[in-house]
C-alpha cells in the first residue's frame, strides 16, 4: 500500500491503532461539543450522551456510508439566550426557559424531516434555490454578532484567563502541526482552565461532591416536565423564536455533508442521498432537545481528521461516538467541565463568534452573491438591520403592540388573543429575508443545479 493511499476500512489498521484514532476523532469534537452546555446552562452528561447516540442514528440511517460526526451546534444559542430572556420576563427561570427553548429545537429538528422528505420528492437542487448564499450568509454573520457581547461579558470577569484561551487558541490554529492545529479550541479551553486552576481560581466543591457513575439526563430538564405545567404563550415564541434558525442550519448541514464527500472523493449526495443524512440529522437533533441535549451538527473538525489522517471508515467515528456516550455516565467529568471559569469560555468564546460572522462571509464572498444588484443589497441588508437591531433594543414590542408591552429585552412582541407572543431578532430577519428573497424579481438560482460545488466547504459546523 502506498504511504498516501487513504485506508478505508479500519481492520488494515489493527485494533490498537483504530481505538486510538477513535480518541483522536472524540479529541477533535470535545472542545466545541461540550462549550455549548458550559455557555447555555443545559447538562454536559445530556450533551454527551446525544452527541453519540445521534451519530450512530445517523450512522445506522445512512448505511454505515458517511463518516460523520454530530456536535453541538452554536447556531442556535441566541436562540437559548432569547427564550431565557423570555421566560425571565414570564415570571421563570432561566433553567425553565431552557426546557422551553428545547421545545423549539425539537421543532427545528423536524424540519429536517420536511426538506428531507422534499429533498426525496422533487430533487434538492430545486429545494435549495429557496435558500441561496444571499439569505443565509446574511443570517449566519447575523447570528455571530448577536452573541459577541456575551463573549466579552465573560471576558471581563478575569481578561488575563481570558487572554490565555485567545492566545493558545491562535497559535495552535496558526502554528501548530499535526492534531493540534485540529483541536486549537480543546487547547485553548485547557492552557486557560489549568491557569486558572493554578492561580486559586476554581472551586472545585462540586467536582469533590459528584458521583463517579450516574445517569446523564434528569427529568427536570427533559421536555416532558412541561406536559400539564405549560406556559403556551412562552412555548409558541420559543418555536417561532427557535425553528427560522434551522434555515441556517440545514444550509450548514449540506455544505459540511458536501465537504466531507469532497475528501472522502465520494458523492454522499447522491448516494446515501441527502433525503437521508438530513433524516439522521434532525432526528438526532430532536431527540436530544427532547431530554435536555442542545441541538446537533455536522462537525468539520472530524472532516479535517479524516483529512489527516487518510483513514475513512465510518466504524472510526463510531468508536468515538461511544467513547462520548461512556463518558456521559461519570458525574464527576460533567462537574469538571461546569467548574470551567467564566474568562475561560468568554476567552474561546470571542474567537468562535467571530468566526461565526466571518464564516457567514465567507459564505457570501465564495458564492459570488452580486451586491452590485439591489435586491441582494435590500435581503442582505434587511436580515441584518432586523436581526442586530431588534436583538439590541427594549421598547420595539411596546411600539408595535402596546397593550402587549414587550415580553423580553431584544424581541417584538405581540398579543394572540390572550397569549403573548414574542420574535427575537433572529426569527424575524430569517423570515422577512427567505420570503423577499422569494418575491423580489431577480432571484439568482443558478447555484442550485449542483449544490455540491458552491455549498463545499463554505459554512463549518455554526
Not at 492566545?167 to 499535526?178: E, H, L, R, T, Y
Not at 443524512?277 to 451538527?297: E, Q
Not at 443589497?377 to 436583538?391: K, R, T
Request: glycine share 12%; charged share 10%; proline share 4%.
Amino acid at each position: 500500500m502506498k504511504n498516501n493511499e487513504p485506508i478505508y476500512d479500519a481492520k488494515q489498521l489493527g485494533t490498537g491503532k483504530t481505538l486510538i484514532l477513535g480518541l483522536q476523532h472524540l479529541f477533535a469534537m470535545f472542545g466545541a461539543t461540550v462549550l455549548v452546555p458550559i455557555l447555555t446552562g443545559l447538562s454536559v452528561s445530556a450533551t454527551l450522551l446525544f452527541a453519540g447516540t445521534a451519530t450512530l442514528f445517523m450512522h445506522f440511517v445512512t448505511g454505515r456510508k458517511v463518516p460523520v460526526f454530530l456536535g453541538s451546534s452554536f447556531a442556535f444559542l441566541g436562540g437559548y439566550f432569547a427564550v431565557k430572556a423570555m421566560a425571565t420576563e414570564s415570571g421563570l427561570t432561566g433553567e425553565q426557559g431552557l426546557v422551553y427553548a428545547s421545545v423549539g429545537i425539537a421543532c427545528a429538528g423536524l424540519l429536517y424531516l420536511v426538506l428531507a422528505l422534499i429533498c426525496k420528492a422533487i430533487g434538492s437542487h430545486k429545494v435549495m434555490r429557496f435558500f441561496p448564499p444571499v439569505v443565509t450568509g446574511p443570517i449566519i454573520i447575523a447570528i455571530g454578532l448577536n452573541l459577541a457581547p456575551s463573549a466579552i461579558n465573560n471576558c471581563s470577569q478575569n481578561w488575563w484567563i481570558a487572554l490565555v484561551a485567545i492566545v493558545v487558541v491562535v497559535v495552535a490554529n496558526i502554528w501548530g502541526k499535526g492534531m493540534i492545529k485540529i483541536i486549537p479550541i480543546l487547547l485553548g479551553v485547557l492552557a486557560s482552565y489549568l491557569v486558572a486552576a493554578v492561580t486559586g481560581q476554581v472551586d472545585f466543591t462540586a467536582v469533590k461532591e459528584a458521583a463517579w457513575i450516574g445517569l446523564p439526563v434528569k427529568a427536570e430538564n427533559t421536555v416532558f416536565s412541561l406536559v400539564g405545567n405549560v406556559n403556551t404563550g412562552l412555548l409558541l415564541s420559543a418555536i417561532i423564536t427557535i425553528v427560522p434558525i434551522a434555515v441556517a442550519t440545514m444550509m450548514e448541514h449540506v455544505g459540511d455533508i458536501s465537504a466531507i464527500g469532497g475528501t472522502v472523493g465520494k458523492d454522499f449526495i447522491d448516494d446515501p442521498g441527502l433525503h437521508r443524512t438530513l433524516i439522521g440529522d434532525g432526528v438526532g437533533t430532536a431527540i436530544a432537545a427532547l431530554f435536555g441535549a442542545p441541538a446537533n451538527t455536522t462537525y468539520g473538525e472530524n472532516t479535517g481528521v479524516l483529512a489527516l489522517t487518510k483513514v475513512y471508515d465510518p466504524f472510526v467515528i463510531e468508536l468515538a461516538a461511544i467513547y462520548a456516550i461512556v463518558l456521559s455516565f461519570c458525574p464527576k467529568f460533567a462537574a469538571i467541565i461546569t467548574a470551567m471559569p467564566a474568562a475561560t469560555i468568554g476567552g474561546v468564546s470571542i474567537i468562535l463568534y467571530g468566526m461565526i460572522s466571518a464564516i457567514g462571509i465567507r459564505n457570501v464572498v465564495e458564492n459570488h452573491v452580486d451586491f452590485q444588484e439591489s435586491r441582494n443589497i435590500i435581503v442582505a441588508a434587511l436580515i441584518i438591520g432586523l436581526a442586530l437591531g431588534i436583538n439590541f433594543s427594549g421598547n420595539l414590542g411596546a411600539l408595535i403592540s402596546p397593550e402587549a408591552g414587550n415580553a423580553a429585552t431584544g424581541a417584538i412582541s405581540f398579543m394572540i388573543g390572550s397569549v403573548k407572543i414574542s420574535l427575537s431578532g433572529l426569527a424575524v430577519a430569517s423570515i422577512v429575508g427567505i420570503l423577499l428573497n422569494a418575491i423580489l424579481p431577480g432571484r439568482d438560482d443558478s447555484f442550485a443545479a449542483n449544490p455540491n460545488d458552491k455549498l463545499s466547504g463554505s459554512l463549518g459546523k455554526y
